[in-house]
């Protein structure tokens, strides 16, 4: 029975890109140990999703999917949009209430945090090696406590590597509801409080604001500021002033497609 079962699950992988087995087994050999186990069989290489776009086919719906983007073994667990503007947006940054603190340090922004379905940045680390190689959109989705909605998208989206700590690229402001604010911040590095790669002398913006960002001297945008549940003005908080002035948004998301 268990020979013809692994020789069905080996026919099954043959057809399809990759899917869970759930079954009992017993692990003690003897009866008495049976135990819940899930298999991933992976199938083809070729057709594992390197991408939101790609997910898609398999995942039509919004959520948390692995994605393979360099066709190999290892995988990354991202949040895909399938909802706006045709799909297959990246999600790389949430804030939508303050269960997550965002006033943390390069290591951590390096590295990421947060939750995937909630509030959450997925690292600097991430960006980099998912924005290489290709073309990509760039979109900023927010709300403001009223319920407003505003969005703005940009050209030709990367993030540089840690060497070049993490430059905002891109080439343009193409349009949405929400106005340009990010503009002021193109060819930024990513600042932390405790690593300062801002244009101010002898000031250190994330510090001054309690966040970290591709700051200026100091910044037009601030999504990831420090959270306040309600329309407060300060520049210390999720801003973008050319969608609320100074108050504080209920909702911000950043995410990147292929052109």
Known sequence: MRVALALCLLCVTAVVMSFDVEVQV??????????????????????RPRNCVEARRRHPRSGVV???????????????????????????????????????????????F????????????????????????????????????????????????????????????????????LTYHKNMQFSTADADHDKTSGGNCARHWHSAWWYNICHHSHLNGIYKSSRVSGYDGVVWYHFDSAYSLKFSEMKFKPM
């Open 66 to 112: 692995n994605i393979y983007p360099k066709r190999n073994n290892k995988r990354l667990r991202v949040y895909c949009d399938q909802d706006t503007d045709g799909g297959g947006w990246l999600v790389f940054q949430r804030r939508q209430d303050a269960s997550v603190n965002f006033t943390r340090n390069w290591a951590s922004y390096k590295r990421g």
């Open 26 to 47: 017993d692990l003690s050999g003897g009866g008495g140990g049976m135990q819940r186990r899930v298999w991933t069989f992976g199938g083809r290489r070729g057709n």
């Open 114 to 181: 947060g939750d995937l379905s909630g509030n959450f940045w997925l690292g600097l680390d991430a960006l980099h090696k998912l924005t290489s190689g290709q073309t990509y959109k760039l979109r900023v989705d927010l709300t403001k406590w009223s319920s407003a909605k505003g969005y703005a998208t940009y050209s030709n989206f990367s993030i540089s590597g840690s060497s070049d700590n993490y430059r905002l690229r891109f080439n343009s402001f193409t349009g949405g509801s929400a106005g340009d604010s």
